[in-house]
């Protein structure tokens, strides 16, 4: 009987110890991600082995403060949805920066000179993007993407600085006015605005040339100058801002417009009271992938919470935020957003982080092949 008894007893005890050594082994780090930690902390980034390491630091800090990439409408819903996940962090302050360049160089002023303490995360402006790199905490965020200790798609971020995260995107479409033109007569294709029915302002051309630009990672510098030159040969309408000429377009001013956002053309098609805008996606389809860069300022009261924040931003739910909000820029990276619902099979040129501190460049190049048009009032 004590024999059968003790059997039991180092049974049970076996199968406890198993167990918990089990349990052990599933909570550690994989081997991999321990040589990532290491290869990154040698290069002299910062690596956390696992997300509840973030969350136990942010619950210390219990604040976040935020200058972010995104239009007002999109801070409160965020602050929401971000104190319903992480209900512990109960003070969040998210302050907007004025669009014009202006404005953020005066940012970029007062970071470098140590006066934007108090400030966690921050917009990096493209056009001068390089300038917020040594005053950005250097976390390997790729890295923790990848080995799926932060939610985010590696994609959204920046590769080689590995520390600063897109979440929008913009999708130039054709927008058109099908009162004045039906969609079987729509080009199809982006050459199709070259034929000679579409010769003596048929057409409106923006005198900066973002949507064209789109086209040089999928065709290159020289075919996308060469499709420039001819596009300006056609005797275009020459206009400027995107919004403005798809409103346009939208009363009928002007039958078509070689590109504008997706997230523009809907927002006008709201408010189109006739109903006769709409629009075409050609292909190659431009996407913009880095509007903006958002990173970790190295001067951060509060970086375990600001990691969550960027993760939360570039979640399933915070891109259905940015979605109705933005409106509809959600990344196309984000399975669920907008955009990759209306490009999901198309080919795309995609502007990506590689392209982003050459595009003023493209313009450059684009506008001289342009002729250097006057914008007609």
Same mark, same amino acid.
Request: charged share 25%.
């Given at each position: 009987?004590?024999?059968? @008894?003790?059997?039991?007893?180092?049974?049970?005890?076996?199968?406890?110890?198993?167990?918990?050594?089990?349990?052990?082994?599933?909570?550690?780090?994989?081997?991999?991600?321990?040589?990532?930690?290491?290869?990154?902390?040698?290069?002299?980034?910062?690596?956390?082995?696992?997300?509840?390491?973030?969350?136990?630091?942010?619950?210390?800090?219990?604040?976040?403060?935020?200058?972010?990439?995104?239009?007002?409408?999109?801070?409160?819903?965020?602050?929401?949805?971000?104190?319903?996940?992480?209900?512990?962090?109960?003070?969040?302050?998210?302050?907007?920066?004025?669009?014009?360049?202006?404005?953020?160089?005066?940012?970029?002023?007062?970071?470098?000179?140590?006066?934007?303490?108090?400030?966690?995360?921050?917009?990096?402006?493209?056009?001068?993007?390089?300038?917020?790199?040594?005053?950005?905490?250097?976390?390997?965020?790729?890295?923790?993407?990848?080995?799926?200790?932060?939610?985010?798609?590696?994609?959204? @971020?920046?590769?080689?600085?590995?520390?600063?995260?897109? @979440?929008?995107?913009?999708?130039?479409?054709?927008?058109?006015?099908?009162?004045?033109?039906?969609?079987?007569?729509?080009?199809?294709?982006?050459?199709?605005?070259?034929?000679?029915?579409?010769?003596?302002?048929?057409?409106?051309?923006?005198?900066?040339?973002?949507?064209?630009?789109?086209?040089?990672?999928?065709?290159?510098?020289?075919?996308?100058?060469?499709?420039?030159?001819?596009?300006?040969?056609?005797?275009?309408?020459?206009?400027?801002?995107?919004?403005?000429?798809?409103?346009?377009?939208?009363?009928?001013?002007?039958?078509?417009?070689?590109?504008?956002?997706?997230?523009?053309?809907?927002?006008?098609?709201?408010?189109?009271?006739?109903?006769?805008?709409?629009?075409?996606?050609?292909?190659?389809?431009?996407?913009?992938?880095?509007?903006?860069?958002?990173?970790?300022?190295?001067?951060?009261?509060?970086?375990?919470?600001?990691?969550?924040?960027?993760?939360?931003?570039?979640?399933?739910?915070?891109?259905?935020?940015?979605?109705?909000?933005?409106?509809?820029?959600?990344?196309?990276?984000?399975?669920?957003?907008?955009?990759?619902?209306?490009?999901?099979?198309?080919?795309?040129?995609?502007?990506?982080?590689?392209?982003?501190?050459?595009?003023?460049?493209?313009?450059?190049?684009?506008?001289?092949?342009?002729?250097?048009?006057?914008?007609?009032?």
């Amino acid at each position: 009987m004590r024999i059968a @008894v003790l059997k039991k007893i180092v049974v049970s005890f076996t199968f406890l110890f198993l167990s918990m050594l089990a349990a052990t082994h599933a909570g550690a780090a994989s081997p991999s991600l321990l040589q990532a930690k290491k290869a990154a902390e040698d290069k002299g980034y910062i690596f956390f082995a696992s997300h509840a390491e973030i969350v136990a630091g942010a619950k210390k800090e219990g604040k976040l403060r935020v200058r972010p990439d995104l239009e007002p409408p999109n801070f409160q819903p965020l602050i929401n949805g971000f104190k319903q996940r992480y209900p512990f962090i109960t003070d969040i302050h998210v302050e907007e920066i004025h669009g014009s360049p202006e404005a953020h160089q005066k940012v970029l002023l007062e970071i470098k000179s140590g006066q934007a303490k108090g400030s966690d995360i921050t917009f990096a402006y493209l056009d001068f993007i390089d300038e917020y790199i040594p005053y950005l905490m250097k976390h390997d965020i790729v890295g923790m993407a990848k080995h799926g200790v932060l939610k985010i798609d590696p994609r959204m @971020v920046h590769p080689g600085e590995k520390n600063m995260v897109s @979440v929008t995107s913009s999708l130039t479409v054709v927008p058109y006015n099908r009162k004045l033109i039906s969609e079987d007569k729509v080009p199809a294709k982006w050459e199709d605005f070259l034929k000679p029915e579409f010769k003596g302002k048929k057409f409106v051309l923006d005198a900066r040339p973002v949507q064209v630009a789109g086209l040089v990672p999928a065709w290159g510098l020289e075919r996308t100058l060469d499709f420039a030159r001819k596009l300006a040969a056609q005797q275009p309408v020459w206009g400027r801002g995107a919004t403005r000429v798809t409103t346009a377009v939208a009363v009928g001013e002007y039958s078509l417009y070689v590109g504008s956002n997706f997230g523009s053309i809907h927002r006008v098609m709201r408010k189109d009271p006739t109903g006769n805008l709409n629009y075409k996606i050609i292909e190659p389809a431009p996407v913009r992938v880095v509007n903006g860069a958002i990173g970790i300022l190295n001067t951060a009261d509060h970086p375990y919470a600001a990691l969550l924040w960027l993760e939360f931003l570039a979640s399933p739910e915070g891109q259905e935020i940015i979605d109705k909000y933005e409106p509809l820029r959600g990344s196309v990276f984000s399975p669920g957003s907008a955009i990759a619902q209306v490009t999901r099979g198309k080919e795309l040129s995609v502007v990506g982080w590689d392209h982003v501190t050459k595009f003023d460049e493209y313009l450059a190049q684009i506008v001289k092949a342009f002729g250097f048009p006057k914008v007609d009032k």
